[in-house]
């Protein structure tokens, strides 16, 4: 059934590869402001062709002239919005730079000048929010000087279930060692999970969309093949068995990928739990992909584009997905999983000197 399955997707991944990433410019969703107003829009799309044309830094120091010709002595919230939004852009333009010349300490600090930014001046309270849940992990592990409140996750329940997380980068096929686990999948894969009682998919919002949303076949070989149908999509309609899976506090500036909204969503509904970790090695690996795992960055010779996954890595924060996963596995008991362990053992700052060696952040352009 699961090999069928891969055949549909792989049928239709030809029109669902992305191996470039274009860039796009950053906004805010507020109340009263409308992104799609004619002066917000020349303002957003300028940005996007400025940086498409001249690159990062250039762009940056021409936002940074800007902002220094034009007086703020303005009450009017669209343009203190606008300003906002073209200082935003600026710090972010640099942060991508930095990470263009593999400079990922540098890049940290002005993540940090990011954040601080969006408290002081954002009109969004989510955006506000998640800055100050950035700033409070990184404070923790010594990445930001000021204090804040931990916003840790807590929960005393202790679940009766035990989980294998199979991930993307597996170099084995699921062991039948675990099968009275609860097999977790972010995708479904070329391998046998007959064996395993219960399945759970958690899959992304691209995934769902492109491949899952508007095909009725694979929507009933899926709910046949899982016990659980989870989608990380904020606003995609969803039908039973399909379910919304929850979000951490997470946006533009930093949020956790499949591992850690994995594990948020695990905790949240059962409690603690004892596990086996497969396949997650936050991208440390060369090849980031086994070659039964279907993702939309593979290219037609099978190569996985680096561009794709650096740009991932920049827009969801390496530094902060690694911490968050990291907090997140010290309230579960995860046996075995000696190589998981052995990569979630560094500190931010040897993750991510180990990150600079291995991807290219050239290829952000």
């Known amino acids: 059934m699961i090999k069928k399955i891969i055949a549909k997707l792989n049928t239709h991944n030809s029109k669902y590869r992305i191996t470039k990433a274009q860039f796009r410019e950053i906004c805010e969703v ?14 957003r799309i300028s940005i996007r062709f400025l940086v498409r044309a001249v690159g990062y830094k250039s762009a940056a120091r021409v936002i940074d002239g800007v902002l220094f010709l034009i007086k703020r002595d303005t009450q009017t919230r669209v343009l203190k919005y606008i300003f906002y939004i073209l200082e935003l852009n600026k710090i972010r333009l640099e942060y991508l730079g930095l990470l263009f010349e593999n400079q990922l300490t540098l890049a940290v600090l002005k993540k940090n000048q990011w954040a601080e930014l969006t408290l002081k001046d954002s ?10 849940r950035y700033l409070s992990l990184l404070s923790k592990h010594g990445y930001y000087t000021q204090n804040y409140d931990k ?26 060692k675990y099968k009275d686990y609860v097999l977790v999948l972010m995708k479904p894969v070329d391998v046998d999970i007959s064996f395993f009682e219960e399945k759970i998919l958690f899959a992304n919002s691209a995934y769902y969309s492109h491949l899952i949303s508007n095909n009725e076949d694979m929507k009933i070989k899926l709910i046949n093949q899982f016990q659980a149908l989870y989608i990380s999509c904020r606003q995609a309609t969803l039908c039973p068995p399909f379910v919304r899976s929850k979000f951490p506090i997470g946006d533009q500036l930093a949020s956790p990928m499949a591992l850690g909204r994995v594990l948020y969503n695990l905790i949240n509904k059962y409690g603690k739990f004892s596990c086996v970790i497969e396949g997650f090695d936050f991208y440390l690996d060369k090849s980031m992909y086994s070659i039964h795992y279907p993702t939309p960055a593979r290219k037609s010779n099978n190569e996985i584009s680096e561009q794709v996954m650096c740009n991932s890595l920049a827009e969801h924060d390496a530094l902060y997905n690694f911490l968050y996963a990291k907090e997140l596995v010290g309230f579960l008991n995860v046996v075995d999983s000696l190589d998981f362990k052995k990569v979630i053992s560094l500190s931010g700052t040897d993750y991510l000197n180990d990150l600079s060696k291995i991807r290219n952040f050239r290829s952000l352009r």
């Open 30 to 43: 507020v109340v009263g402001i409308d992104n799609k107003s004619p002066l917000i829009k020349f303002m």
């Open 123 to 132: 009109m969004s309270l989510s955006s506000r929010m998640s800055a100050k």
């Open 151 to 176: 916003c840790e996750f807590d929960t005393q329940r202790v679940a009766d279930k035990k989980f294998y997380i199979y991930g993307p980068n597996a170099s084995v096929k699921p062991s039948t």
